[in-house]
């Protein structure tokens, strides 16, 4: 190799050293930042396996915090109100309502479908949120969603009085079936007007709530669509809990903490979550140690060509001292 084709070399292996270095500061730094990404992994699936859900007691077991409990069953509006109907629970405080961080009340479509149908067309807006409304509506409005009573019965019942009701009834041949006479009539008072007590009991607060704050129907698709969106809302402040008086005003005294102290809901680790997030968590840790993996096999290859023209650069800068060395020797 002549003089000039090794200080050719000799840069271009100087040249490619510092790349190599370069390239190794920033896999360094990579698998610095890789390491952090390890770290914060950790840590969040630490903070995941804190978060409880929300949920109620009933008939022996837990059962996790839906929309039916607090404001009634969408697809039959009063049927929470009586277990034979439904084994859906009843909730154990039906002052208690469920609302947005502004105050309105969360009202399912139906819900509100039968406040416009009473109301019309503009007691909502275009984001499925109502304004306030005269409570004198109310009767009218839960007649419309509970098929079977009348606005004026309800209207009755809200004011404190009863509803008369009765039927005629006939002794009946019991071999040949027929009626032998009349004996008189059956009073069935009592009973209807308990059952409507019972639909005034659990729904009066929530549209009274509705009538002095404001509604809205804007959540739908998210509670229905997610089971979790319900509990997590109430967790993370979108939505609350409140506690209604007799105008329809909430209790400022009341919070998430109240409730929970008061035994109204619990806060339970979901063991079906615990798994899926365990499984999250080591299939995201898997993927950061093949990417750690990745990076050290980057480093050792670089590791070993820059050891490779380390090595090189000395025996060429050995060969271009010997030869400058020879020149001086023959000149002298």
Aim: glycine share 6%; charged share 25%; net charge negative.
């Amino acid at each position: 190799m002549c003089l000039a084709a090794a200080q050719v070399h000799l840069l271009f292996l100087t040249s490619r050293k510092a790349d190599c270095e370069v390239d190794i500061a920033i896999l360094a730094a990579r698998k610095m930042a890789n390491t952090r990404e390890a770290k914060d992994l950790a840590r969040e699936k630490q903070s995941r396996m804190q978060q409880k859900k929300l949920a109620y007691y009933s008939n022996g077991d837990y059962h996790k915090l839906n929309y039916a409990y607090l404001m009634g069953n969408k697809m039959t509006p009063y049927s929470c109100i009586d277990n034979t109907v439904t084994p859906q629970a009843r909730k154990d405080d039906n002052s208690v309502v469920l609302t947005d961080y502004n105050g309105r009340v969360v009202l399912s479509k139906e819900y509100g479908d039968a406040i416009i149908e009473v109301l019309g067309g503009t007691a909502n807006n275009i984001l499925d949120r109502g304004g306030s409304f005269s409570k004198d509506k109310i009767p009218e409005i839960l007649a419309k969603l509970v098929p079977g009573y009348t606005a004026e019965q309800f209207k009755e019942v809200i004011e404190g009085g009863s509803i008369s009701t009765g039927f005629s009834s006939h002794n009946v041949n019991s071999l040949t079936g027929e009626n032998t006479g009349t004996t008189g009539n059956i009073d069935t008072t009592d009973y209807t007007t308990q059952a409507i007590e019972r639909i005034v009991d659990f729904y009066y607060p929530i549209f009274q709530a509705a009538a002095a704050n404001g509604w809205t129907s804007e959540y739908n698709d998210a509670i229905n669509e997610n089971e979790d969106y319900l509990g997590d809302a109430i967790n993370s402040g979108i939505f609350q809990l409140a506690q209604v008086d007799d105008y329809g005003n909430y209790d400022a005294d009341t919070s998430l903490t109240y409730f929970l102290t008061n035994g109204f809901l619990e806060a339970r680790y979901d063991s079906e979550v615990m798994k899926q997030i365990e499984a999250w968590y080591e299939a995201e840790k898997a993927e950061v140690s093949e990417k750690e993996d990745a990076l050290d096999v980057q480093m050792a290859d670089l590791s070993t060509e820059l050891e490779a023209i380390n090595t090189e650069i000395e025996s060429v800068k050995s060969f271009i001292n010997d030869a400058i060395e020879s020149v001086f020797d023959w000149g002298g």
